[in-house]
């Protein structure tokens, strides 16, 4: 069974505008993981954040986690048709045993 | 540096029968863990294999076993196919001990017929 959930399922935004996606899940987490997944191939990290931290950046991304509400947000500004993917969130416990969501479907039009 | 190769690509096999799939891990990691993707859904953890040990495991039937070789190699077999283990395998990378990001190889395409 599947730990998260994204939400939405599919987002469709034009070039330039700003994606959230959001993720939550059921359990305690060592650390929580965003990746993306172009055309049914292999999947891309993007960002880690551990349950001790609230918020973290990597270029145009911004992850947020909320432990109390067991959800997470991730922000891509100023997007590019060439973030159109699936992206996931991933829960780690221990032992680098990913738990992933069912996925976001982005689609950017240009 | 070269990150995480799978091979082959894409494979076709008939139900009942056996296949094995191939995992290099990226340099310097040690760990690696097997997920299975089946059409619009996200992966599921398969297994996870350290030190040629099967550390973690999830939840398939005893039809899927692994191996790791000392290089850290690994592979996966799936004995009886069933039409329903159609789908994208993945293998992924890591450093052992935990709490680090996976890397990803391109997956295996496999088709039960």
């Known amino acids: 069974s599947q730990q998260g959930e994204e939400d939405p399922q599919a987002l469709s935004i034009q070039e330039g505008e700003n994606a959230t996606m959001n993720c939550s899940y059921k359990?305690?987490?060592?650390?929580l993981q965003w990746y993306r997944q172009n055309s049914g191939r292999g999947l891309v990290h993007l960002i880690l954040i551990r349950s001790n931290e609230r918020e973290k950046h990597s270029g145009r991304l911004r992850v947020t986690l909320d432990t109390s509400k067991k959800s997470s947000s991730l922000l891509i500004t100023a997007s590019r048709a060439a973030d159109t993917a699936s992206y996931f969130c991933a829960t780690d416990l221990y032992g680098n045993k990913l738990v992933f969501g069912a996925g976001t479907i982005l689609r950017v039009k240009s | 540096d070269a990150g995480v190769t799978q091979s082959p690509t894409h494979l076709i096999k008939t139900r009942g029968q056996q296949v094995t799939l191939r995992c290099s891990p990226k340099?310097?990691?040690?760990?690696v863990s097997w997920y299975q993707q089946a059409l619009g859904q996200g992966p599921q953890f398969i297994f996870q294999y350290y030190e040629e040990e099967e550390r973690q495991r999830g939840n398939f039937p005893d039809r899927f076993s692994g191996h790791q070789f000392p290089n850290y190699s690994s592979e996966l077999n799936v004995n009886a196919l069933l039409l329903g283990d159609s789908a994208l395998y993945l293998c992924a990378s890591s450093l052992g001990g935990g709490g680090y990001e996976q890397y990803f190889g391109p997956g295996t395409r496999l088709t039960v017929t």
């Open positions: 359990t305690s987490i060592n650390n």
């Open positions: 340099s310097g990691h040690d760990t």
